[in-house]
């Protein structure tokens, strides 16, 4: 399984970005797609995660409310919206799956990983 995250940028705090994950090889509809990200000298935080088979997602709390995980079947895409962005939201952002149907959050339970794309909120 090949992921390629995409969508990052610069944006002012309470601004939007919409990350994209194309996903490719295997079969992708084995796997929970999650969302982490990791700022400079902190932890890989979990972010959210979904699977492309039901409607169920998973959100760490400190993004609940403010971003959404969608996914495009058609286009093997996962979507992480973030809105009302904050400086504390800046972080290199990666998509990861899982093989398997259970939502995880520990970072460590994810099999493949994307490159990274960078998002930085500036205040």
């Known amino acids: 399984v090949q992921l390629q995250a995409s969508g990052g940028g610069l944006v002012q705090a309470g601004g939007s970005l919409r990350l994209s994950c194309a996903v490719s090889?295997?079969?992708?509809?084995?796997?929970?797609m999650g969302w982490f990200r990791q700022a400079p000298g902190k932890e890989r935080e979990f972010v959210s995660a979904?699977?492309?088979?039901?409607?169920?997602?998973y959100y760490g709390d400190s993004v609940k409310g403010r971003f959404t995980i969608s996914r495009d079947n058609a286009k093997n895409t996962i979507y992480l919206q973030m809105n009302s962005l904050k400086p504390e939201d800046t972080a290199v952002y990666y998509c990861a799956a899982r093989y398997g149907y259970n939502l995880r959050h520990d970072w460590d339970q994810y099999d493949y990983w994307g490159q990274g794309t960078l998002v930085t909120v500036s205040s």
């Open positions: 979904t699977t492309w088979i039901s409607t169920l997602t």
């Open positions: 090889g295997g079969t992708f509809t084995d796997y929970v």
